[in-house]
């Protein structure tokens, strides 16, 4: 059964030994709304789950422990457990880690406004709710930490100050190289 309640087109062919990804992929959306809710709950869990040896597991979360042992936030910051803690690796012996103030799902009630005063279109919000929904999904929640496979599936935001707080961290040094929080537009 999908996130909405309807049943999926086809059922999935899920057989003993057969990863979670290769089980989820045979079941089609039949709309954008019920695409997002499935792989919204199913993609922080394949991404934590997927092809990951417990010794690589391991070896993240003491990288994640030792990284946020040194860091000293900058002024400004909120406190560590207020971020989304993220990271990845950035080349062979480098971590880049991006803490991010959650984002919070967009109130499609609130509508929005142009820059030109024009309210925009109920198809304009939804596409605002849905770009929210995928932004949320790619993130760690307050107080969580995740691991990506590539540095180019961090989250980021453009400006916000600290709201986006970037590390990078080398590993042979065991050293912090830079902690610094996002400008402002």
């Not at 560590?80 to 080349?91: K, M, P, T």
């Not at 799902?105 to 925009?120: K, L, N, P, Q």
């Not at 939804?126 to 590539?150: F, P, Y």
Request: aromatic letters at 6%; proline letters at 6%.
């Amino acid at each position: 059964m999908l996130c909405d309640g309807r049943r999926p087109r086809r059922k999935p062919r899920c057989r003993p030994g057969k990863s979670a990804a290769a089980c989820a992929l045979p079941i089609q959306a039949t709309s954008a709304k019920t695409y997002i809710m499935q792989w919204s709950g199913i993609l922080p869990l394949l991404i934590l789950t997927g092809a990951m040896s417990p010794d690589t597991a391991r070896r993240h979360e003491d990288l994640m422990n030792e990284i946020e042992k040194r860091i000293v936030l900058p002024p400004g910051a909120r406190p560590l457990s207020a971020y989304g803690r993220n990271y990845a690796f950035s080349g062979r012996d480098r971590v880049l880690a991006v803490y991010l103030i959650p984002e919070r799902r967009y109130d499609e009630r609130g509508g929005c406004v142009h820059g030109d005063g024009i309210a925009c279109t109920k198809q304009e919000v939804r596409a605002l709710v849905r770009e929210s929904d995928i932004l949320i999904a790619s993130q760690a929640a307050a107080g969580r930490r995740r691991w990506h496979e590539q540095a180019s599936s961090l989250p980021d935001i453009s400006d916000g100050g600290c709201t986006q707080i970037t590390i990078r961290y080398d590993m042979p040094r065991k050293r912090v190289l830079s902690v610094a929080c996002n400008g402002f537009a």
